[in-house]
């Protein structure tokens, strides 16, 4: 993009002269203008540089001398000047660029002015303003520390269309890039999704001078492995071979060239350490990795938690039980792991089916007082790894004593999460209330029910409309048989009946319509058979009513 500059006529060429009072005049609109921007009269001094400008517009003296004012006021503002500055220079090169554009030096000069009193959005405000159609190849993009702060803005705000469209025109117009902010700029190109672009503004500085601000950078490094490493995820689910290697292969490329950098591992800070760790496993040479880690524990340092949750992730999508080993070593040479990688390991046991390893994983959360700290995603994952077992009827009563306090643990952290604001899904309940009919524990099915169904009004198509249907009939059979005293099950059916989704009415298979009476079940004589274990409901007498009846005393004669 060439730079625009200000052809202004000298006397000879019968321009005016303005060394005597037009001079004057300039002179002392600046300083009037600066008088008022100093004591807070923006619009004042706006009325000043508006009347300046307007007769800017066709006369270049007028123009030189305007231009001198605006840099001058630029060079000297402050942050509360800057809304009245960015839009007086907008506005102002909006309407010459017809006639005589203002300077690239004046625009980056506004650029740098505005990101320099700390005011991002005035950055993107001067950017959107200046690149309209009608202008976007007149006047230049920001340049230095103003065009990593238009970037990282853009990114923040979800923009991600235009941060494009600027990295683009970057490599359209062969723009130079300030060394001291390269490598900001494609890290910024990575994180707005732009793959290809940030490889070829990585390999373009590659081999200039001041390389190492590019090659050298942790921040940059680990972004792109990271990103490069999910384009061969990608192209390995697409089977597209080639592609997944070529990124394969920048990722390594990458990682060496940040490693070369740097020099000699013992000698490099705590945070270079841990990004180098961080890039050898997300690449999957783990070993490389803990020798990387090593050195900080020789020093007495422990490592960060980022690093060892990354280790567990790469190794995880290839063997959840490789990762829970390298998990547990890291444990015993004083590793500390975040919560981020219990919940990625217990993640990929269960999308491998294997409840064991689960549980092995949860013991060990529990064991580094992890557990507590897990997000909702986590514990959620958590929930059906401790449930998953009970999914299947077995029918022995060991293995329903078994789910006893899976499901009470269960029961606690799920009201636990619903008390604190978080969203507990139907989902959830439902694989809850299943497993504690499937091993017999009806109190802990009702108490389910009671937390997180009763009141709520389903469609009749909603999975959990059956499943209350089942308890219903799981409850009065029980009592039926024994299982459940009358008294506690019919108030247990009452509540189903008056809080439930179905008011405890069905339509049998056979076509007959059946309502379920609470009260009205047969009661039974013969000695009940236990099958499940007393809830805490039962113990502290919160939810259900107390079984046995009150003794009446005798009357006295």
């Known amino acids: ?256 060239n940040f490693v070369r950098s740097k020099g000699e591992l013992a000698k490099q800070t705590r945070e270079n350490i841990n990004a180098i760790a961080h890039c050898y496993f997300l690449i999957g040479e783990l070993d490389a990795g803990f020798r990387a880690l090593r050195v900080m524990l020789h020093r007495k340092q422990i490592p960060h938690q980022n690093d060892v949750n990354v280790l567990l992730r790469a190794a995880a999508k290839y063997s959840p039980r490789t990762a829970v080993k390298l998990l547990d070593r890291a444990l015993k040479e004083n590793y500390k792991a975040g919560p981020r990688a219990y919940a990625t390991l217990l993640h990929y046991a269960q999308k491998h089916g294997d409840s064991d390893l689960a549980q092995e994983i949860l013991h060990l959360a529990a064991k580094e007082g992890e557990a507590e700290h897990l997000d909702f995603t986590a514990k959620d994952s958590m929930i059906r790894a401790q449930l998953q077992p009970f999914m299947a009827r077995h029918g022995s009563k060991e293995h329903n004593a078994k789910a006893y306090p899976a499901l009470r643990s269960s029961l606690m952290t799920m009201m636990s999460l619903r008390d604190h604001g978080v969203e507990v899904k139907d989902a959830l309940v439902h694989v809850a209330i299943r497993a504690a009919l499937n091993t017999h524990n009806l109190y802990e099915a009702y108490d389910f029910w009671h937390a997180f169904f009763r009141g709520r009004v389903p469609e009749k198509k909603d999975i959990w409309y059956y499943c209350e249907h089942e308890l219903f009939f799981r409850i009065e059979e029980a009592v039926k048989n024994g299982v459940l005293p009358f008294v506690k099950g019919s108030v247990m059916l009452a509540q189903l009946k008056s809080g439930g989704f179905t008011k405890g009415e069905f339509t049998m298979r056979d076509g007959r319509r059946r309502e379920i009476i609470p009260f009205g079940t047969q009661r039974y004589n013969g000695e009940a058979a236990v099958f499940s274990l007393p809830s805490a409901d039962e113990e502290d007498n919160t939810t259900i009513p107390s079984t046995e009846p009150e003794e009446e005393p005798d009357d006295e004669d």
């Not at 000879?12 to 600066?34: C, N, R, W």
């Not at 008088?35 to 300046?52: K, P, S, T, V, W």
């Open 1 to 256: 993009m060439a730079q625009q500059t200000e052809q202004v006529p000298t006397e000879e060429q019968g321009a005016p002269s303005i060394s005597g009072p037009e001079h004057f005049a300039f002179v002392l609109v600046g300083t009037l203008a600066k008088a008022c921007l100093h004591y807070g009269f923006h619009q004042l001094a706006f009325e000043f540089m508006r009347h300046m400008r307007s007769k800017a517009v066709y006369d270049p003296v007028y123009r030189a001398a305007t231009k001198k004012v605006i840099e001058t006021l630029l060079l000297s503002g402050m942050e509360k000047d800057a809304e009245m500055l960015a839009g007086l220079v907008t506005s102002w090169a909006q309407d010459t660029a017809a006639i005589q554009p203002l300077s690239d030096e004046l625009i980056w000069l506004l650029y740098d002015f505005c990101s320099h009193v700390g005011r991002p959005d005035l950055v993107l405000f001067v950017h959107e303003r200046l690149s309209t159609p009608a202008l976007e190849e007149i006047y230049p993009l920001p340049q230095g520390n103003a065009l990593a702060v238009l970037l990282a803005h853009l990114y923040r705000e979800n923009r991600y269309i235009e941060g494009r469209k600027v990295i683009r025109n970057l490599l359209q117009h062969n723009y130079r890039i300030d060394p001291m902010y390269r490598s900001d700029v494609i890290y910024h190109a990575s994180r707005l999704g732009l793959a290809s672009e940030a490889r070829a503004l990585y390999e373009k500085y590659e081999h200039r001078a001041k390389s190492s601000t590019v090659l050298g950078s942790a921040k940059l490094a680990t972004e792109l492995v990271a990103h490069f490493m999910r384009v061969v995820d990608d192209q390995s689910s697409t089977n597209d071979k080639p592609k997944a290697d070529d990124a394969s292969a920048f990722a390594r490329k990458v990682v060496s």
